[in-house]
């Protein structure tokens, strides 16, 4: 059972223990049962006010709160007349989590108060907001008292009303003795907790668009890399016919196509188109072997970049060189490595595709 540590006078004012006479000296009463009160001020830290009688009733150490609930109020109506007084930063968090990403947006903005703030003193022990004001957002706010852990009513986001929680921890008993001391303990752990403001500037509705934007991005560069990795799997699994044969393999007969817009790709290869923007489409592909490389046991394979559909305006300087070195004779630029290659690509591209004829990629 809690202890008064506070109680009021005949006059109905908040009394803290410390600040009374020592007794039935006091002048306090039992704010709940409205019987009058000793102040035990003992050398023991836990000085408290006592029914005269001795007649404690759970009630009557609840009412402590209730009273500790008003000097709260006070103290908020002090603070929020302060000239130079604001209220804090409205931030919504939003999250996107999907198997590959985990990514935050922030929307947020600074509603200040237009205009008179209506105190409600009734409203201070139910649920009901202490204050009501009008937002420069052009919306109504209310504003409510939470104590200690107190759990904050389930935030309605659909309100079309604003709510503010001013939310303060229980001061320690030694702090309880004195008024100065409890409300210094009270404002500077009491702060400003925004439950709810809605939307109407459409700063959230924006954030959520820019956070769907960004993992559908990631979710196509990525799904690009896999296909690219694919393929390039399949192409070490299974080796497209050699050009270049040792002295007992035949050209074989089926006669691969050639594409122009692919100088020196292999034959019967997927290509992997990626348009970066309106000007600028690549196509990769796997270049064929040349020289007298023994095509059995050749673990290196060569890839190319060509500027689809063909060379456009300063091709051989739109890649950086870590990625590849322009052939400027041959019409492509010959990739260092070719997950890098897709990396920087995937990670540009507006649109990418595969097929096994680049004719398939007109007009993408
Ligand atoms: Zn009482």
Same mark, same amino acid.
């Given at each position: 059972?809690?202890?008064?540590?506070?109680?009021?006078?005949?006059?109905?004012?908040?009394?803290?223990?410390?600040?009374?006479?020592?007794?039935?000296?006091?002048?306090?009463?039992?704010? /709940?049962?409205?019987?009058?009160?000793?102040?035990?001020?003992?050398?023991?830290?836990?000085?408290?006010?006592?029914?005269?009688?001795?007649?404690?009733?759970?009630?009557?150490?609840?009412?402590?709160?209730?009273?500790?609930?008003?000097?709260?109020?006070?103290?908020?109506?002090?603070?929020?007349?302060?000239?130079?007084?604001?209220?804090?930063?409205?931030?919504?968090?939003?999250?996107?989590?999907?198997?590959?990403?985990?990514?935050?947006?922030?929307?947020?903005?600074?509603?200040?108060?237009?205009?008179?703030?209506?105190?409600?003193?009734?409203?201070?022990?139910?649920?009901?907001?202490?204050?009501?004001?009008?937002?420069?957002?052009?919306?109504?706010?209310?504003?409510?008292?939470?104590?200690?852990?107190?759990?904050? *009513?389930?935030?309605?986001?659909?309100?079309?009303?604003?709510?503010?929680?001013?939310?303060?921890?229980?001061?320690?008993?030694?702090?309880?003795?004195?008024?100065?001391?409890?409300?210094?303990?009270?404002?500077?752990?009491?702060?400003?907790?925004?439950?709810?403001?809605?939307?109407?500037?459409?700063?959230?509705?924006?954030?959520?668009?820019?956070?769907?934007?960004?993992?559908?991005?990631? &979710?196509?560069?990525?799904?690009?890399?896999?296909?690219?990795?694919?393929?390039?799997?399949?192409?070490?699994?299974?080796?497209?016919?050699?050009?270049? &044969?040792?002295?007992?393999?035949?050209?074989?007969?089926? *006669?691969?196509?050639?594409h122009a817009c692919a100088p020196g790709h292999a034959p019967n290869i997927n290509f992997t188109f990626y348009r970066l923007n309106q000007q600028e489409a690549w196509l990769l592909y796997l270049l064929e072997r040349v020289?007298?490389?023994?095509?059995?046991?050749?673990?290196?394979?060569? &890839?190319?970049?060509?500027? &689809?559909?063909?060379?456009? /305006?300063?091709?051989?300087?739109?890649?950086?060189? *870590?990625?590849?070195?322009?052939?400027?004779?041959?019409?492509?630029?010959?990739?260092?490595?070719?997950?890098?290659?897709?990396?920087?690509?995937?990670?540009? *591209?507006?649109?990418?595709?595969?097929?096994?004829?680049?004719?398939?990629?007109?007009?993408?």
């Amino acid at each position: 059972m809690s202890k008064l540590f506070i109680a009021q006078d005949a006059a109905g004012e908040i009394r803290f223990i410390g600040e009374v006479e020592r007794g039935a000296e006091c002048g306090c009463l039992c704010p /709940e049962c409205g019987s009058p009160l000793v102040a035990r001020q003992g050398m023991a830290n836990d000085w408290h006010f006592a029914h005269e009688a001795s007649q404690e009733r759970p009630e009557c150490g609840a009412a402590a709160l209730h009273l500790l609930r008003r000097f709260v109020f006070q103290l908020l109506q002090q603070q929020m007349s302060t000239p130079g007084f604001t209220l804090p930063i409205y931030r919504h968090e939003l999250t996107l989590t999907r198997s590959l990403v985990h990514l935050r947006e922030d929307a947020q903005w600074a509603p200040q108060i237009l205009g008179d703030v209506q105190w409600r003193p009734e409203a201070l022990d139910d649920g009901e907001p202490v204050a009501r004001a009008r937002l420069d957002t052009g919306v109504d706010l209310h504003i409510f008292v939470r104590f200690g852990d107190a759990a904050a *009513a389930p935030a309605r986001t659909d309100s079309e009303v604003a709510s503010l929680s001013f939310k303060v921890r229980m001061p320690p008993t030694a702090a309880l003795r004195d008024r100065r001391l409890a409300a210094q303990q009270l404002e500077s752990f009491g702060e400003f907790f925004w439950e709810h403001h809605p939307d109407t500037q459409g700063l959230v509705r924006a954030a959520q668009e820019r956070l769907e934007l960004r993992g559908d991005r990631i &979710y196509s560069n990525w799904l690009s890399m896999v296909d690219a990795k694919r393929q390039a799997l399949a192409d070490a699994a299974a080796p497209a016919a050699p050009l270049f &044969y040792g002295p007992s393999s035949p050209d074989s007969a089926d *006669a691969s196509r050639r594409h122009a817009c692919a100088p020196g790709h292999a034959p019967n290869i997927n290509f992997t188109f990626y348009r970066l923007n309106q000007q600028e489409a690549w196509l990769l592909y796997l270049l064929e072997r040349v020289g007298p490389n023994d095509w059995r046991t050749a673990q290196q394979k060569f &890839y190319a970049l060509a500027p &689809y559909p063909a060379p456009f /305006e300063g091709w051989t300087e739109a890649v950086p060189r *870590a990625v590849g070195v322009p052939d400027e004779a041959l019409g492509f630029i010959r990739l260092a490595g070719f997950l890098d290659a897709v990396t920087y690509l995937s990670r540009r *591209a507006r649109v990418t595709r595969s097929h096994r004829d680049p004719s398939a990629f007109q007009g993408l």
